[in-house]
């Protein structure tokens, strides 16, 4: 099972603030542990939403709107995408991670949907998501 683990943004993230010299070497430290267990597939930093932009659908119509966005509380800081046995894996990782902020924060982990989840899927659906998925391992390695 794949699993997002979703940082959230604070004021200071949102400002721009960089991590201390310390709460890197301790994120570093972290990290190296996931790659070490074979768990991380993705994690990354994310800029700060004044950076951003998000498109608004409504039926055909897109609107586009630049951050940044108000509600600090509903924005994403950072993010890892971890492969684990279970919910209660994750649960037992993210524990250990440093607090990110160093101050109050939050980290939520939702899991992320496969192909076997979309039991309505048509087969060449799946085979054709399946393929996609091989290529972008290929990708990645080479």
């Not at 600090?72 to 919910?87: R, V």
Request: net charge negative; aromatic share 8%; no cysteine.
């Amino acid at each position: 099972m794949r699993f997002m683990v979703i940082v959230k943004a604070t004021a200071d993230t949102e400002a721009g603030a960089m991590p201390t010299e310390e709460e890197l070497l301790a994120m570093g430290a972290f990290n190296e542990e996931l790659v070490k267990a074979g768990v991380l597939l993705a994690g990354e930093g994310l800029h700060p939403s004044s950076n951003g932009t998000r498109v608004y659908f409504s039926g055909d119509q897109r609107t586009v709107v630049d951050g940044p966005f108000t509600e600090t509380k509903e924005l994403i800081a950072g993010f890892w995408l971890l492969e684990l046995k279970s919910l209660e894996e994750a649960v037992e990782w993210v524990k250990r991670v440093p607090n990110p902020t160093g101050a109050e924060s939050q980290i939520e982990i939702r899991q992320v949907f496969s192909s076997e989840d979309f039991e309505n899927a048509p087969q060449e659906l799946v085979d054709r998501e399946n393929e996609l998925r091989a290529e972008l391992e290929d990708r990645a390695k080479g």
